[in-house]
């Protein structure tokens, strides 16, 4: 099927307003996001007398229509439209863009995924600090690594002492202690103490000793913006990243000793289950050649990067650049997973000079992308080359109806249910990366970045505005 083809009919899916990600979700393969079905039962119930309302017998109210995209589908494509095209969004953009809100320095890059044409750029190739949404390149890089049905793996694992064993961490960002798992969670403490149980008083053994293993990651656990409620210390081993509350995403406090928590978490929940545990678990290495005892696995990359880019996880999105690098050969740190998500960008053929990935959350002023690098990865996401980096596309927010972007360019906006976006904040730092339907039916990539901007929300206001052009824009 030619390629055009091929976005015509996810633009098509389109007029339904969320549907294009359904599209998506189904083209990027096996997942287990509890946040996809979430949108999935939300947007059926919208639908009058339909789907998964849950009012009590209330006739749920129909959402407003996106805008139709319908109508030039099919039209011409040669270089007249193109050109027009540039025109249009040229005559939108340039002005928005002068906005004294969005900062001293601004920069833009609109690309149709489908051709790969420039349709818009302003300062495109310009290294600039993009917070969260290096995300972006971070969920690319790991999904290029690693592929979308990837699982990290929490062990237990016999100890070289005697009677005991080692709980080992792979680095799973989604392994909780809870027992009620939150949505979309993964690695599971309890179903791991579950099968130790069993595994030990199978082996006639009812008493052991704890140790705990998080070496797999090297160089500082510590954030370079040092103790911050947006993100834990970076270890192999951390059960509920670190929280210290009920909440699953969003800035709250952190225990100062993740791997340890995770250990003792897990020593109560074998106590539990008829396991006597001998003193405090400490910090040991697993005999070598020992088989697991018993195992559990994280949620599969994509709903990682889909939970990581929907909520702008900060600990998702330092996990998977740490895989990223030891999938690349790199040692697991902030140095190791520069060099690799740099590199694996590259080996998708982007260009990525002048590019630095120093954290990655996008919490780091160091971190250096351009617009048009970003509208690049988006547009590899969306091609036909690259399947396995579709949950770049699906993961990100839904303008109007989810995470980040839930009351963004939201109501009446005509890029409501029809944009789906990164956003990016630091103080004075502003930006916004995604895709969005045109009214001709194309699926467009965008990258907006700001820099110096006097407040975070007259600078909001004003993406919010570029990326409504874009989607308004013939």
Known sequence: MPLVKTWQLIAGSAVAGLALSVTAVAAAGPWDSGQRKAERDRAASWIVGGGAD???????QAAPSAPGVLGAVGAGTGSGQAAASS?????????????????????ASVVDTATGQVLYESGARDAMTPASTVKIATAAAALAALGPEHRIRTTVVPGTAPGQIVLVGGGDPSLTARKKAPAGSGGSLVAL???????????GTASVSLGYDDSLYTGPARHPIGVNPNIALVTALTADEGRTDESASGPVDRVEDPSGEAARAFAALLAERGVKVTGEPVRARPAEGAQPLATTRSTPLAGLVERMLTNS??????????QTALASGQPASFEGAEKAVAARLAGLGLDVAGSRFADGSGLARADKVSAGLLTGVLAKAAGPDHPELRPVLTGLPVAGFTGTLRSRNAGTSPAAGLLRAKTGTLTGVNSLAGTVVDPSGRLLAFAFLTANSPGAEGAEKG???????VAATP
């Open 87 to 107: 025109d249009g969004l040229a005559a939108a953009l340039a002005p928005l863009l002068a906005d004294r809100a969005l900062g001293t320095v601004r920069t």
């Open 313 to 322: 996880d900060n600990d998702i999105a330092e996990a998977l650049a740490r």
């Open 54 to 60: 849950h009012a009590g017998g209330r006739a749920p």
């Open 193 to 203: 103490a579950a099968d130790t149980a069993r595994a030990l008083k199978a082996a």
């Open 463 to 469: 993406l919010d505005k570029l990326a409504a052009a």
